[in-house]
């Protein structure tokens, strides 16, 4: 790989290009969105999640791309666990970047060239679908998605710290392999919360991860995700991700001026609240007002408790990665070749 990253494989010059397909329950869509797989593609792994449609036998026995492979879940594992399946299948089999799409027709294989070009320019190591990019497009999408994808863009952006990203369950994803390589896939959410939970695990392996503005079309093809069985299991584990990526960020990897500011920004708001709140509780039970000096006491804290945490936030909105990764590697790769 050259400084660049531009100068590889095949179908992107050079570059070995893959196609993850996770499948369940859509029998009725899969063969065309296969057929619609641009060439530069070299890999197609369609997983079947233990289909009770049995999808993975349906292709075998209708698809004639010598392309296509078919690996299978004895159990269903749910979308983030069959993607994880089929990452495994194409970093064995040599691909330099894997793209993720769903096989019920939302997401569209003629946008696939433009997906991965951030990462063929060296921009990117992942690149994600956004569905809220263009405001027209919006107005074609069913309202209880546009409410879904607002609450959970913004706890994935606490939780991920990415936070010039949006629509974070967007399944069109295209990721290179180097790091692919750095994720513990056995770790990443196998169910509808895998696509937040991979945004925390990039961010931990300081990869640069950009929006790609599509459209996605909606038919009669059913959602398997229920809106009130996910509300609660995804706010948990965002809340869980959030504590797991301030400890590692800012105290177990490095110390920073965002360290200090999240500490005393908490203890100083903490203590305001619960200082005021006793004094304000004691006031309305003696009938006797707080002095000046009270209240003060009580305000400026939560004042500069509240400084402090937008100073933190300034801190972290800045401290998105910036240099890709396959840049890194190509540097580093380079030196040792000079050393040598």
Known sequence: MTESGTERGEGGGGWKIAAVIPCYRSIGQVLDVLAAIAPSVFLIVVVDDACPDQTGAFVEQHCTDGRVTVVRNTVNKGVGGAVMTGYAV?????????????????????????LVEPILRGHADYVKGNRFFNIDDVQSMPAIRILGNACLSFLTKLSSGYWHIFDPTNGYTAIHRIALMRLPLTKIDERFFFESDLLFRLNLADAVVLDFPMVAKYGDEQSNLRVRQVIWPFLSKNIRNLSKRL????FLRAMSIGSLELVLGVLLLGFGTVFGAMHWIDSTTSGVPATAGTV?????PIIVGIQMLLGFLAYDFQAVPKIPLQLLHSRAERSRLLRA
Do not use: E, H, T
């Open 90 to 114: 194409a970093l064995a089999r040599g691909a330099d970047i894997v793209v993720k799409l769903d096989s019920d027709g939302q997401m569209d294989p003629a946008m696939l060239p433009a």
């Open 296 to 300: 003060m006491v009580a305000s400026l």
């Open 247 to 250: 400890f590692y960020s800012y």
